[in-house]
């Protein structure tokens, strides 16, 4: 007869492997077998049939990757010839998330079950419900529950629904599925009780302004049931006077509190509730918010003509709003429309001395404080006129300083023209036999042979176009809008000069017919070709697409004319930064004439900003490769750009080193697998900015000091790392050595660095005004005067291989205001390290090949 023969199938099979079936018949020769799925024929594609003598055939059901409708009763069974013969039966039962099938083949025997009992919290004493279902064969099930050790309510036929009344404590349910072959246990499920939650955790105010703060927590433990709202008590401090209690949704676990009084000590704390009721408050945690900018504004500005400078007086703050901690005035001056200086003092008067006597002048005034500067005064004006009549006459009898330069002048000017006069009475008797009688005639004539003839205008220019440079097609077509003719700015005093090119001020005509100054970056002349070209250009065209307030915007390119057969100069032209490069304004705070004081909020800041940039840029998937100091600016309210995308690599060379013709990199800010394997990602500007983080801190001191550079990779594979400087917070040094960890995808996004600074910089108490400086006092009188040139842009001047040595600044009778520290020292002899380390500074650079430049 027929029967089953061999293991259908093991429980459960490898997952993905098909199932297979098969049916043993005896006795009959070349039978009609059927396989049968509940009672219906399955389609014969699936069925195969193998003789293995003349009266025994086995017969195969296939069925790949079955889904849960293939879950039944199979059988197989023969009509001919009658009566119809049937094998015994098998469940195959398929079961769980789809294309991840457990599958199993069940014969006569114990339950299997289909539902359990699952884990669920209720509330104390509500009535809830329990499910639990098993199939055979053979059936019917039934179904008994039990309640810890204690069996509950009667027997029921499968599937079964246990309705509990209610509990006040923990406790757990199963099931037991029972038929003729045996029974089979469930797992054990536990119902746990609702309560009301714990107090959130880590509570943090970040984000601080002078009206709003942004307060962001951890929730606490739920109480097994869904936190649906927090509330916030805000409180001023110390008196504890409730200010405002918000409720707000969660999540998100965060809450901006607005409507805050500026300059004032606040406390928050924070409690949250589900359904059973709400958490105890947290403890409170203070913080202050920022001061508002100054609302007075100078009146009675007047004027005093003194020689040789301007005295300028106004009225002071009234004394209702000196709670605005007034620092000083800021006074600004103009002349041909265009902002000529400034300078803050902390007194109501101001010596002027750069000023154009010729000229009409305006100047206005504002008060000053942390926070900023308030709205200016009306504007100001001192005709050229009135400036030479003056308005009173000076203290002092005339000076007779003018009427020595007077004589002085004339003496040279008659000196002069006697040695014109001289040599040209010379030159007549000494050559004189050139000249002679023309024949007939008694005229005299010169007698003189035909020389090459020479062009008086001076070698022909070629046009600057950006096709006559030869670069790409495609970078012509990214720079085509953003071109700027030579002819629109004036080159000014020379800010820095290094290896390859250099940073000059210049001043900028708009559409409107006005100026403005900005920075313009330049390859040095004879030292560059077409390909240099377009990688200085390239770079230009990556800044073109950026826009955020702490990456450096451009402005435009240019190209300047040169005689033919000549190259043009690629200038990039880019906003001018009042202090110049992050690095150098860090060392003058600390080894400049008159160092002065960071405080570490100002220092955070400075992280923040660039923490901030960079993810910008990261979220454009652009990669800096050399983020450091000196590739940060610092403008006039202390905001930090990121800057230099590959340029300064052409101009300060510092830090670089070139390998044959391989590109010069910044060994000492490179990560282990750009220093091994010249790769660079996001992760790797991470790194970097872990030692801008360090240069930061310590006030702009040379990373890895007395380490030779070639030595570097070894230092850092064996576990080495910079060290905690002194004053550093162990919070902050520890995100350093997060940035330095030697698996890049373990070291935090630039997203998490901004986010972990700002909550440092939140939980810090902001230091008063005075600890604050927005200025810097680095001179005096007898230290610099207006007569000084260095202390003037010489506009006009377009040589590119002139300079003027150091960083010049507008001076005022009592301050030097430092306007961009880009070289310390002389121009001409490159960077130079304050830091005394020489022998550091000057060693070769470990060397390292690298393939091309950063690509946008």
């Known amino acids: 007869g027929m029967k089953f023969t061999g293991s259908p199938i093991k429980f459960p099979p490898p997952q993905g492997q098909p199932v297979k079936l098969n049916c043993s018949l005896e006795g009959m020769e070349d039978p009609e077998m059927l396989w049968i799925k509940d009672g219906a024929v399955v389609p014969p594609p699936d069925q195969v049939y193998i003789p293995v003598d003349e009266e025994h055939w086995i017969g195969f059901l296939s069925l790949k990757s079955p889904p849960r409708t293939d879950s039944g009763k199979y059988w197989c069974q023969v009509e001919n010839p009658p009566p119809k013969e049937e094998s015994q039966q098998v469940w195959l039962i398929v079961e769980g998330p789809p294309h991840y099938y457990h599958l199993s083949v069940a014969f006569l025997g114990v339950p299997y079950f289909t539902v359990e009992p699952e884990d669920v919290s209720v509330s104390p004493n509500a009535p809830f419900h329990m499910a639990c279902a098993a199939v055979g064969p053979p059936e019917p099930v039934t179904i008994v529950w039990w309640m810890g050790d204690s069996r509950?309510?009667?027997?029921?036929?499968?599937?079964?629904?246990?309705?509990?009344?209610?509990?006040?404590?923990?406790?757990?349910?199963?099931?037991?599925?029972?038929?003729?072959?045996?029974?089979?246990?469930?797992?054990?499920?536990?119902?746990?009780?609702?309560?009301?939650?714990?107090?959130?955790?880590?509570?943090?105010?970040?984000?601080?302004?002078?009206?709003?703060?942004?307060?962001?927590?951890?929730?606490?433990?739920?109480?097994?049931?869904?936190?649906?709202?927090?509330?916030?008590?805000v409180a001023e401090s110390p008196d504890g006077q409730e200010v405002s209690t918000e409720v707000t949704p969660v999540p998100p676990f965060a809450y901006g509190v607005q409507g805050l009084k500026h300059s004032t000590n606040y406390s928050v704390r924070v409690q949250c509730s589900n359904e059973m009721g709400s958490s105890p408050f947290t403890d409170r945690v203070y913080f202050q918010t920022l001061e508002l900018a100054p609302s007075s504004t100078p009146q009675n500005i007047h004027v005093i003509q003194r020689d040789p400078g301007l005295i300028l007086e106004w009225e002071g703050v009234a004394p209702d709003v000196l709670k605005e901690n007034v620092l000083g005035y800021r006074l600004e001056w103009i002349q041909d429309n265009v902002t000529q200086g400034e300078m803050i003092v902390q007194d109501t008067k101001a010596n002027l001395t750069t000023w154009n006597p010729l000229k009409d002048l305006i100047i206005r005034v504002c008060v000053l404080n942390s926070a900023g500067c308030g709205p200016w005064s009306d504007l100001f004006l001192l005709e050229a006129q009135e400036v030479m009549g003056g308005q009173r006459q000076p203290p002092y009898?005339?000076?007779?300083?003018?009427?020595?330069?007077?004589?002085?002048?004339?003496?040279?000017?008659?000196?002069?023209?006697?040695?014109?006069?001289?040599?040209?009475?010379?030159?007549?008797?000494?050559?004189?036999?050139?000249?002679?009688?023309?024949?007939?005639?008694?005229?005299?004539?010169?007698?003189?042979?035909?020389?090459?003839?020479?062009?008086?205008?001076?070698?022909?220019?070629i046009e600057a176009t950006l096709e006559s440079v030869g670069i790409s097609d495609e970078l012509k077509t990214k720079l085509k809008d953003v071109l700027i003719q030579e002819q629109q700015f004036t080159l000014g005093r020379m800010l820095g000069k290094g290896e390859f090119g250099s940073v000059r001020e210049a001043l900028l005509k708009l559409d409107d017919g006005s100026f403005q100054k900005v920075a313009v970056k330049m390859l040095k002349a004879d030292i560059f070709t077409s390909t240099d070209i377009e990688e200085f250009l390239r770079e230009a065209a990556c800044m073109k697409e950026f826009d955020h307030p702490h990456v450096t915007k451009l402005i435009g390119v240019s190209l300047r004319s040169r005689p033919k057969g000549r190259l043009p100069i690629p200038m990039v032209i880019l906003p001018f930064m009042?202090?110049?490069?992050?690095?150098?304004?860090?060392?003058?705070?600390?080894?400049?004439?008159?160092?002065?004081?960071?405080?570490?909020?100002?220092?955070?800041?400075?992280?923040?900003?660039?923490?901030?940039?960079?993810?910008?840029?990261?979220?454009?998937?652009?990669?800096?490769?050399?983020?450091?100091?000196?590739?940060?600016?610092?403008?006039?309210?202390?905001?930090?750009?990121?800057?230099?995308?590959?340029?300064?690599?052409?101009?300060?060379?510092?830090?670089?080193?070139?390998?044959?013709?391989?590109?010069?990199?910044?060994?000492?800010?490179?990560?282990?697998?750009?220093?091994?394997?010249?790769?660079y990602?996001?992760?790797?500007?991470?790194?970097?900015?872990?030692?801008?983080?360090?240069?930061?801190?310590?006030?702009?001191?040379?990373?890895?000091?007395?380490?030779?550079?070639?030595?570097?990779?070894?230092?850092?594979?064996?576990?080495?790392?910079?060290?905690?400087?002194?004053?550093?917070?162990?919070?902050?040094?520890?995100?350093?050595?997060?940035?330095?960890?030697?698996?890049?995808?373990?070291?935090?996004?630039?997203?998490?660095?901004?986010?972990?600074?700002?909550?440092?910089?939140?939980?810090?108490?902001?230091?008063?005004?005075?600890?604050?400086?927005?200025?810097?006092?680095?001179?005096?009188?007898?230290?610099?005067?207006?007569?000084?040139?260095?202390?003037?842009?010489?506009?006009?001047?377009?040589?590119?291989?002139?300079?003027?040595?150091?960083?010049?600044?507008?001076?005022?009778?009592?301050?030097?205001?430092?306007?961009?520290?880009?070289?310390?020292?002389?121009?001409?002899?490159?960077?130079?390290?304050?830091?005394?380390?020489?022998?550091?500074?000057?060693?070769?650079?470990?060397?390292?090949?690298t393939e091309g430049e950063k690509s946008c």
Request: negative net charge.
């Open 397 to 461: 009898g005339t000076s007779w300083v003018p009427v020595a330069l007077g004589i002085l002048t004339a003496l040279v000017t008659a000196v002069a023209l006697a040695l014109i006069l001289l040599r040209k009475r010379r030159k007549e008797t000494r050559f004189g036999h050139a000249f002679g009688s023309v024949v007939g005639r008694g005229d005299p004539a010169v007698h003189f042979r035909a020389a090459r003839s020479f062009n008086r205008e001076g070698p022909e220019l």
């Open 681 to 849: 990602t996001t992760h790797s500007d991470v790194w970097a900015f872990g030692v801008t983080m360090w240069e930061i801190v310590t006030r702009g001191q040379t990373p890895y000091a007395g380490i030779e550079n070639a030595e570097i990779y070894n230092y850092l594979i064996s576990g080495n790392r910079l060290k905690q400087p002194p004053e550093c917070l162990e919070d902050v040094y520890d995100l350093m050595c997060r940035c330095w960890h030697p698996e890049p995808k373990l070291r935090p996004s630039f997203g998490v660095l901004r986010s972990q600074l700002e909550m440092i910089r939140g939980r810090m108490s902001t230091l008063s005004a005075s600890q604050d400086p927005l200025y810097v006092n680095i001179g005096k009188d007898k230290e610099a005067s207006a007569s000084d040139p260095a202390l003037h842009a010489s506009f006009g001047n377009t040589d590119g291989e002139e300079t003027v040595a150091g960083a010049a600044a507008p001076v005022t009778s009592d301050y030097r205001y430092i306007m961009s520290p880009l070289c310390l020292g002389d121009g001409a002899e490159g960077e130079r390290h304050p830091d005394g380390q020489e022998g550091e500074d000057k060693s070769l650079l470990y060397e390292l090949e």
């Open 578 to 679: 009042k202090h110049g490069d992050l690095h150098a304004f860090l060392l003058m705070s600390r080894i400049g004439e008159n160092p002065f004081n960071l405080p570490v909020q100002t220092l955070l800041k400075f992280m923040i900003d660039i923490a901030s940039g960079m993810e910008y840029l990261s979220s454009k998937n652009f990669i800096h490769r050399d983020l450091a100091a000196r590739n940060c600016m610092l403008d006039e309210n202390m905001n930090v750009s990121v800057a230099d995308f590959g340029l300064s690599k052409k101009i300060y060379s510092g830090d670089y080193y070139r390998q044959g013709c391989a590109s010069k990199l910044p060994v000492k800010w490179l990560a282990l697998e750009s220093l091994a394997d010249n790769l």
């Open 152 to 233: 509950v309510g009667l027997p029921d036929i499968s599937p079964s629904i246990l309705n509990v009344s209610g509990i006040n404590q923990s406790t757990v349910f199963s099931c037991e599925a029972h038929n003729v072959k045996g029974l089979s246990s469930s797992r054990t499920a536990t119902v746990q009780i609702k309560a009301m939650p714990l107090p959130p955790l880590n509570v943090t105010v970040s984000q601080v302004t002078s009206s709003n703060a942004s307060v962001v927590w951890v929730p606490g433990f739920d109480g097994r049931a869904p936190l649906h709202s927090c509330t916030l008590q």
